[in-house]
């Protein structure tokens, strides 16, 4: 048996690394809707949207109206992605939990993504850290391309480190290392996590993860036995990154509880619910989802 976690949080993205890639508008009602929904079943953290720039990510433009409009299960952390201090302004006058800062590893795609170099944005970032104090916001940093580069390739792990240090260095203790493009394979994402445990072993690792190449739930597995206590997927495995070249979704939320609860973990996520909530979910986003549990559902006998 695999040695995991006794304790795995499981942070539901799809309301914003899902729909962000979505071209067709998802209506805010429908948007409050299914962060509603996913409140109800059992995720004590949600990745509810983005206060990024509307001309950057069009679909996420009413972030500040979905806030305002959904149930607040207590208990349940709403987060959001955090490019800026002026995203912070925003996600603080929302009432957002938790800031997600973002940093991508490779120079050409975080060009892409914040329009800045990594430099930057870690400068940026601390400083967003420190707007953040006094108003006592929780911060964490998500590092994109951590494992491969659409443009570059490999990313070299010690780059990834030092990123971490310094997110260490500016007090933070949790850091998500993201397979933004679903390239990574489970040897990659646990060496990785393992070198973060070693040098950092009181970092709260998360694993941000892609179905891309059909690695995600396999991926989440190898993460758990190396280091990584967080995992982050979006339901129906909705998603992708309009910065990327042939970035598809994210791995499947209930893929990974289904997973995860054949090993007793996650049992908190109500597995009936989000197959209830994916199956009305393609005709949120106008097309069929790539999820082969919600298209099978739970493996139970049917008569001959
Ligand atoms: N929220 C809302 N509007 C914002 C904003 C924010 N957090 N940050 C900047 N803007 C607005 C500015 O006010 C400005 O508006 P204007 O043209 O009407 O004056 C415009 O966006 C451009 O601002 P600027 O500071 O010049 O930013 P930029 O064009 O250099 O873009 C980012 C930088 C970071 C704002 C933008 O690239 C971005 O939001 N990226 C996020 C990408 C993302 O979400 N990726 C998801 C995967 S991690
Ligand atoms: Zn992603």
Avoid at 23 to 39: C, D, G, H, W, Y
Avoid at 101 to 107: G, K, P, R, T
Avoid at 152 to 165: F, M, N, Q, S
Avoid at 250 to 266: D, K, P, R, S
Wanted: hydrophobic fraction near 45%.
């Amino acid at each position: 048996m695999p040695e995991l976690p006794s304790e795995v949080l499981l942070v539901e993205v799809g309301p914003r690394d899902g729909l962000q890639n979505e071209k067709q508008f998802v209506p805010t009602a429908e948007k409050v809707r299914l962060i509603n929904e996913l409140s109800r079943a059992g995720f004590a953290r949600i990745e509810a949207t983005s206060f990024v720039s509307p001309k950057a990510v069009p679909q996420l433009a009413d972030a500040g109206e979905v806030m305002a409009a959904i149930d607040r299960v207590p208990g349940v952390q709403y987060a959001a992605l955090i490019p800026n201090e002026r995203g912070l302004a925003r996600a603080l006058e929302a009432k957002v939990d938790l800031a997600n800062l973002v940093v991508v590893a490779s120079e050409s795609f975080n060009q892409r993504n914040v329009k800045m170099s990594v430099r930057e944005s870690m400068d940026q970032l601390r400083q967003v850290v420190r707007a953040a104090e006094p108003a006592a916001m929780p911060v964490t940093v998500v590092i994109g391309t951590a494992y491969h580069c659409p443009f570059e390739g490999p990313t070299p792990p010690e780059r990834v480190l030092g990123l971490v240090a310094e997110c260490v260095d500016m007090g933070l203790e949790e850091v998500t290392l993201a397979d933004t493009i679903g390239a990574a394979n489970p040897y990659e994402v646990a060496a990785l996590g393992e070198a973060v445990r070693e040098r950092f072993p009181t970092v709260r690792l998360g694993l941000h993860l892609h179905d891309t190449r059909g690695m995600g739930v396999v991926n989440a597995l190898a993460g758990l036995q190396s280091g990584y206590t967080r995992l982050e997927s979006s339901i129906g495995g909705l998603g992708g990154c309009p910065f990327a070249p042939k970035a598809t979704g994210n791995a499947c939320t209930e893929e990974l509880v289904f997973m995860l609860q054949g090993y007793g973990l996650a049992r908190e996520i109500d597995l009936d619910a989000l197959l209830a909530i994916g199956a009305n979910l393609d005709t949120v986003v106008g097309h069929a989802l790539q999820s082969g549990l919600l298209a099978a559902g739970r493996p139970v006998p049917v008569s001959a």
